[in-house]
């Protein structure tokens, strides 16, 4: 029995993202790889595992710069997805030349028990701008491993090992990172997971299971379920989420104030998970200063530079969670990696420097206004949330019902592709836009002009 006929019964999970498996993705391929992108396209099917949302892949890219990628062929996307790495821009010259500069001094990787002037740099940049006094960093190859630290120094702060996370969440793809996730796309078939992980609702007020129609209403039901976890599961080490999830769904002020005392009362510690909207995204320069101030902040992607070829990531925390002298809770080998930080260090003071931050959030209630606008015009878009330049738009097939348009996004996708706009769904039928940050308010419109004709031709019947 091949692979093929081992898996091609099995469900395909969309929560967090579009997949490479449907009659669509396989007429994409057909009318856009041509020539070089064929070949190169064929030869990473060929080497690669296959994996749902990664291989086979949609296509071949030769360059990535400011807000755009460009594929072999020439043709130039205004990216809105990035994997969330790209805020000051892919590729920004002012992150090029500190690691030009950083190459040219001969110190590039930095081995452990060891340290050097950029890791230490960053860490006290981290401690300057990061608010509510957290003050102690600690760095490693990326995300998923950075919630590996942040879960482990809560164990031990509190000498408990439970949690409490949220369904429907991605916090990376490492066995303790995808026990507190909440998709089981990516802890199926593997066996028992890490014990002791608890999930709750999140708040999601345009659909949430209740029937409620008030935001305050979804905040109590979901603080209930989240205390009744804690009394029923006592000695919680940690609650962790991210403050906006990736859909976007945007939670109230007084909801995390609610679960924030709930931690207090419970002796747990409040874990933000803010990966993706860290470094400006939201029009803070962190998510959590919408909300409450975490005790253990995680941070990651942006945190690279907008490198690809510099993943890093972290978390910074309080002073008076400075206790693991006795232990290794981040024993990676590009620990204080120099050109890493060097990297990082240059992206952040390039976002501060331009005020990237106050843009996204100016340039984000524009992008809302526009969007809702469109909301008006075509009976696709069930509803748009989103706080700066992290926005997601609900794609409905019935709008009373709320009934997901998992195909007609799946098709928008594409012709956005096809029109010069990459973006991606998740959860089957949210469209999410997440540009870098130094996106004009031109491109903007070009690309909310884009996301327009493609919802017109789909309500038109025009399939893919």
Same mark, same amino acid.
């Given at each position: 029995?091949?692979?093929?006929?081992?898996?091609?019964?099995?469900?395909?999970?969309?929560?967090?993202?579009?997949?490479?498996?449907?009659?669509?993705?396989?007429?994409?391929?057909?009318?856009?790889?041509?020539?070089?992108?064929?070949?190169?396209?064929?030869?990473?099917?060929?080497?690669?595992?296959?994996?749902?949302?990664?291989?086979?892949?949609?296509?071949?890219?030769?360059?990535?710069?400011?807000?755009?990628?460009?594929?072999?062929?020439?043709?130039?996307?205004?990216?809105?997805?990035?994997?969330?790495?790209?805020?000051?821009?892919?590729?920004?010259?002012?992150?090029?030349?500190?690691?030009?500069?950083?190459?040219?001094?001969?110190?590039?990787?930095?081995?452990?028990?060891?340290?050097?002037?950029? /890791? *230490? %740099?960053? +860490?006290?940049? !981290? $401690?300057?701008?990061?608010? @509510?006094?957290?003050?102690?960093?600690? &760095?490693?190859?990326?995300?998923?491993? /950075? *919630? %590996?630290? +942040?879960?482990? !120094? $809560?164990?031990?702060?509190? @000498?408990?090992?439970?949690?409490?996370? &949220?369904?429907?969440?991605?916090?990376? /793809?490492?066995?303790? +990172?995808?026990?507190?996730?909440?998709?089981?796309?990516?802890?199926?078939?593997?066996?028992?997971?890490?014990?002791?992980?608890?999930? /709750?609702?999140?708040?999601?007020?345009?659909?949430?299971?209740?029937?409620?129609?008030?935001?305050?209403?979804?905040?109590?039901?979901?603080?209930?379920?989240?205390?009744?976890?804690?009394?029923?599961?006592?000695?919680?080490?940690?609650?962790?989420?991210?403050?906006?999830?990736?859909?976007?769904?945007?939670?109230?002020?007084?909801?995390?104030?609610?679960?924030?005392?709930?931690?207090?009362?419970?002796?747990?510690?409040?874990?933000?998970?803010?990966?993706?909207?860290?470094?400006?995204?939201?029009?803070?320069?962190?998510?959590?200063?919408?909300?409450?101030?975490?005790?253990?902040?995680?941070?990651?992607?942006?945190?690279?530079?907008?490198?690809?070829?510099?993943?890093?990531?972290?978390?910074?925390?309080?002073?008076?969670?400075?206790?693991?002298?006795?232990?290794?809770?981040?024993?990676?080998?590009?620990?204080?990696?120099?050109?890493?930080?060097?990297?990082?260090?240059?992206?952040?003071?390039?976002?501060?420097?331009?005020?990237?931050?106050?843009?996204?959030?100016?340039?984000?209630?524009?992008?809302?206004?526009?969007?809702?606008?469109?909301?008006?015009?075509?009976?696709?878009?069930?509803?748009?949330?989103?706080?700066?330049?992290?926005?997601?738009?609900?794609?409905?097939?019935?709008?009373?019902?709320?009934?997901?348009?998992?195909?007609?996004?799946?098709?928008?996708?594409?012709?956005?592709?096809?029109?010069?706009?990459?973006?991606?769904?998740?959860?089957?039928?949210?469209?999410?836009?997440?540009?870098?940050?130094?996106?004009?308010?031109?491109?903007?419109?070009?690309?909310?002009?884009?996301?327009?004709?493609?919802?017109?031709?789909?309500?038109?019947?025009?399939?893919?």
């Amino acid at each position: 029995m091949d692979s093929q006929d081992r898996t091609k019964n099995k469900r395909i999970e969309r929560e967090q993202g579009d997949v490479n498996t449907t009659a669509d993705r396989q007429k994409y391929w057909e009318r856009n790889l041509k020539d070089a992108s064929k070949k190169w396209f064929d030869e990473d099917k060929k080497y690669f595992l296959h994996q749902s949302l990664s291989t086979p892949v949609l296509n071949v890219l030769s360059k990535a710069r400011g807000i755009y990628i460009q594929d072999l062929n020439g043709k130039k996307y205004i990216d809105m997805h990035g994997n969330g790495v790209h805020n000051a821009g892919f590729n920004n010259p002012a992150v090029i030349e500190a690691v030009k500069k950083q190459l040219d001094e001969d110190l590039t990787f930095c081995p452990r028990r060891y340290t050097n002037i950029p /890791a *230490i %740099e960053l +860490a006290k940049k !981290l $401690a300057e701008i990061t608010p @509510g006094g957290l003050c102690r960093s600690l &760095f490693c190859p990326g995300g998923s491993e /950075a *919630i %590996e630290m +942040a879960l482990m !120094l $809560a164990k031990q702060v509190t @000498g408990r090992f439970k949690t409490i996370s &949220f369904w429907d969440s991605f916090h990376g /793809a490492g066995r303790g +990172a995808a026990s507190i996730g909440g998709e089981e796309h990516f802890s199926g078939g593997f066996g028992p997971m890490v014990p002791g992980a608890y999930h /709750a609702e999140f708040p999601n007020y345009y659909r949430n299971p209740w029937g409620f129609t008030s935001e305050e209403e979804v905040d109590a039901e979901c603080l209930r379920q989240m205390e009744l976890v804690l009394k029923r599961a006592p000695e919680m080490a940690a609650v962790i989420g991210e403050p906006i999830s990736a859909t976007p769904v945007v939670p109230s002020r007084r909801y995390w104030q609610g679960v924030k005392e709930l931690c207090e009362n419970y002796g747990a510690l409040l874990i933000f998970d803010e990966i993706i909207e860290g470094f400006g995204r939201t029009g803070k320069l962190f998510a959590c200063e919408h909300f409450v101030t975490p005790d253990i902040l995680v941070l990651g992607k942006s945190m690279g530079g907008g490198l690809r070829l510099l993943p890093f990531a972290g978390i910074v925390t309080h002073e008076k969670y400075n206790i693991c002298r006795h232990r290794s809770i981040g024993h990676y080998t590009h620990e204080k990696n120099a050109l890493c930080s060097a990297a990082a260090l240059a992206e952040i003071n390039y976002i501060e420097e331009n005020n990237l931050h106050e843009h996204a959030a100016e340039l984000g209630d524009y992008t809302l206004q526009r969007l809702n606008e469109l909301k008006e015009k075509h009976h696709l878009i069930g509803h748009v949330a989103g706080l700066g330049l992290h926005i997601g738009i609900d794609l409905v097939s019935n709008e009373k019902t709320k009934e997901r348009a998992v195909d007609e996004a799946e098709i928008i996708m594409f012709k956005c592709l096809e029109k010069g706009l990459s973006t991606k769904t998740i959860e089957g039928n949210v469209l999410t836009l997440r540009p870098a940050l130094v996106i004009t308010r031109a491109e903007m419109d070009r690309a909310i002009d884009i996301i327009d004709q493609a919802i017109g031709e789909v309500e038109a019947g025009k399939k893919y």
